[in-house]
């Protein structure tokens, strides 16, 4: 009896350890709930050190930060990282890997425009939802009517048409020209990213009535570039607007010195112009006074310009940044933009998918994207988000996105343009100190 | 009318057939010899470009010593892939040695990026600039095409005054055949590999004054120097010599009237028709 007793008293005892157990795990297993996302960068191959290699820091001290706060709305995030090779079909194998066998919920990421372009078709053919972060090219949207692919970036065209507007505004002032007597030269990688690029740049030069002396594209991997020179030199432009990656940038500026090119001005137009200390790495002090064109840099943003909560977001990046590369001279713009970018993935996308739209499926989030309404400020790029509805020339692009113009002057980096944001007027005209400086 | 800038476009396509001259020497010498051809070859080039900025910018060793020890350097690391890679091969498909130095190239290049990163690196000197008129001429090109001429008369008389240049020449010709006469092959083979690795490190040098050096350097280099040795004809060093400046003054001229790209189309038009006109090379025989 006593015995039966005693065997009831441990069956139930055992019951209520199990129930607690059980009871305990429940919010264990309700944490671990995830989304799998797909994160393609170039990590080898020229478009890494060009680049790409910075934007994968950003997004990764993004994902890194949520992940240790906790997640997003009970889901935690789960990274698979894949190298995109710096190769548009590597791009496009590894898209189509993590959708099939890795079974991704998206895709992040995507540095250079000429693996943007098709990946993004593959992508929506799958369904799934695609993130862009970087990439800039108007054709990776323009009339594909994408209906899962979403880009918060400013696109391609609008690069080239900042450069242009600003010489036009200061042509007769510090020219001392009309525009249609300024003189530029357009010079670009032959991708889709230094074609749109240049696209801008001649509907720009077309508006403001600048003269374009030369238009001329060559390829990233050119062995040289010397005829371009002699061309140039035959032009003479006042200004050369270029748009490159980074090896075939410090090719350029190495024989245009050899060469005796001199210009007045030089404004880049992203990518290997966006990072300064690899810039000055490859051309020295050659590079002071250039001009660039890309997103304001996250830390060149007036912290009253932008929601207050951002601010020690920014304060976050730049110290996983300079922990992680410690030799930085100045703070990369690409960081800033891939952070940004994921960032407002993370805390306005994600959140709403899964709030509103009861998950995480390509279906939710395109909604949730869909409905974004981040007025200016919103972002630590300081511009707000909203997307062009799918009817839209351009759907899935960012409408409230722009590019400043930067100016690179000792070691310091100062907006210029727009007018709105400037924090110094251009020096548009070289110094005598200057290789390249028109004598 | 004088045209100053079609001038220097024809000087700057004769300092870049230089380059690729220079280029296109050691690779026709390990074809001609040894009868493999060396997918990896600009990927040698890269490591001894990579072994002259950590010496001359890390280590700080003069530049003259480091240029020595560079071309050591990757001469030993041609007797190697000789040894390791392509001895195995010798008697086997081409194909099948096409592939294993190709698995060399793609080897090269990942252990460059895991050792050295896949920042762009240069030593950051910067030769003087001959200026004649509006001309501006780059000394570093000017010194590769110098160095191109010396090094392709020094392996010439090497080639047509020593014992083992004479051997070199007498395989190239017959590889059954020598060592019946008592010629020791294998050693050959691994003097032709060194002297091979030794001018890819001598273009090393050279190229890293000029270009950044990163992982996927070869890249640019690589896919034009084939292109110049088979139109020079494969093994034919005078041919690949002469084809460099053919190809270069076509990238160059042409890139001046035209788009930059139409300069190589151009040249890759020229090669095509080339092909069929004289199949084995610029300076070769008909048959």
């Known amino acids: 009896m006593v015995r039966r007793r005693l065997a009831r008293m441990v069956a139930a005892m055992a019951l209520i350890a199990v129930a607690s157990v059980v009871a305990l795990a429940a919010p264990a297993i309700a944490q671990e709930k995830k989304i799998k996302i797909g994160v393609v960068y170039d990590l080898t191959g020229p478009f890494a050190g060009g680049g790409s290699d910075l934007h994968y820091l950003g997004a990764k001290i993004i994902i890194d930060y949520i992940n240790a706060h906790g997640g997003v709305e009970g889901y935690m995030i789960d990274p698979v990282y894949a190298d995109a090779q710096s190769k548009p079909d590597v791009a496009i194998n590894e898209a189509v890997r993590l959708i099939e066998q890795e079974k991704v919920d998206m895709l992040l990421g995507f540095y250079a425009s000429a693996e943007c372009v098709p990946t993004a078709a593959r992508i929506e053919q799958f369904k799934k939802f695609m993130w862009i972060t970087t990439c800039i090219a108007a054709p990776v949207l323009e009339n594909r009517h994408l209906k899962y692919v979403f880009r918060p970036q400013p696109y391609g065209t609008q690069w080239g048409l900042a450069s242009t507007e600003m010489l036009t505004y200061y042509s007769k002032e510090v020219f001392g020209k009309d525009p249609k007597d300024l003189k530029v030269a357009i010079i670009h990688e032959d991708g889709a990213y230094g074609t749109d690029v240049a696209r801008g740049n001649v509907e720009g030069a077309a508006k403001g009535g600048l003269q374009v002396v030369l238009n001329e594209g060559y390829s990233v991997t050119s062995p040289d570039l010397s005829s371009l020179v002699t061309k140039l030199k035959r032009a003479r432009p006042d200004v050369i607007l270029h748009t490159g990656y980074n090896p075939d940038i410090s090719l350029f500026l190495r024989q245009a010195r050899e060469g005796g090119l001199r210009f007045q001005a030089l404004i880049g137009h992203g990518a290997g112009y966006t990072d300064y200390t690899k810039l000055k790495a490859a051309s020295g002090t050659d590079v002071n006074y250039f001009m660039d064109v890309d997103p304001i840099s996250i830390w060149e943003v007036k912290p009253d310009a932008i929601q207050p909560e951002l601010r020690p977001i920014v304060q976050m990046v730049g110290d996983a940044y300079m922990k992680a590369r410690p030799d930085t001279v100045l703070k990369s713009a690409h960081v800033g933009m891939a952070a940004s970018n994921t960032w407002l993935f993370m805390t306005k996308v994600l959140p709403r998918a899964i709030k509103v739209y009861g998950g995480v499926d390509a279906e939710a989030l395109r909604k949730a994207a869909t409905d974004l309404d981040v007025p200016d400020g919103g972002t630590m790029l300081g511009f707000g988000v909203k997307f062009e509805p799918e009817e839209s020339v351009m759907s899935g692009q960012n409408n409230r996105a722009y590019p400043v113009v930067i100016q690179y002057i000792d070691d310091k980096s100062y907006v210029v343009w727009p007018k709105a944001l400037q924090q110094r007027p251009p020096l548009l005209k070289l110094p005598d100190s200057s290789p390249y400086a028109a004598k | ?287």
């Open chain 2, 1 to 287: 009318m004088f045209d100053i800038y079609l001038l220097e476009a024809a000087i700057n396509g004769i300092l870049l057939g230089g380059v690729l001259a220079l280029l296109a020497l050691g690779l026709n010498l390990i074809f001609g010899v040894i009868d493999v051809v060396w997918i990896c070859y600009a990927e040698l080039i890269m490591m001894g470009m990579y072994g002259m900025f950590y010496m001359v910018s890390v280590f700080h060793v003069p530049f003259l010593i480091a240029a020595l020890l560079t071309i050591v350097l990757v001469a030993a690391m041609g007797v190697v892939l000789h040894l390791l890679v392509i001895a195995p091969l010798l008697n086997a498909a081409p194909i099948n040695q096409l592939l294993a130095t190709g698995g060399v190239l793609a080897f090269l290049q990942a252990l460059a990026t895991v050792m050295f990163g896949i920042d762009f690196r240069n030593l950051g000197i910067r030769l003087p600039v001959i200026e004649v008129s509006d001309m501006y001429i780059s000394y570093a090109r000017l010194l590769a095409f110098g160095t191109a001429l010396a090094a392709m008369v020094a392996v010439y008389l090497f080639l047509s005054r020593t014992y083992t240049g004479t051997a070199i020449r007498a395989i190239a010709q017959d590889r059954q055949i020598m060592p019946l006469m008592g010629v020791d092959t294998r050693r050959i083979y691994l003097v032709t590999s060194a002297i091979g690795g030794g001018l890819a490190g001598l273009a090393a040098c050279l190229l890293v004054l000029q270009y950044d050096v990163h992982p996927f350097i070869g890249l640019t280099f690589g896919p034009i120097t084939f292109m110049i040795c088979v139109l020079g004809g494969l093994g034919n060093m005078i041919g690949g010599f002469v084809a460099a400046f053919v190809f270069a003054e076509i990238i160059s001229v042409a890139g001046l009237y035209m788009d930059l790209e139409w300069g190589y189309v151009f040249a890759f038009v020229f090669f095509i028709v080339m092909m069929f006109i004289r199949p084995r090379g610029l300076l070769a025989r008909r048959q």
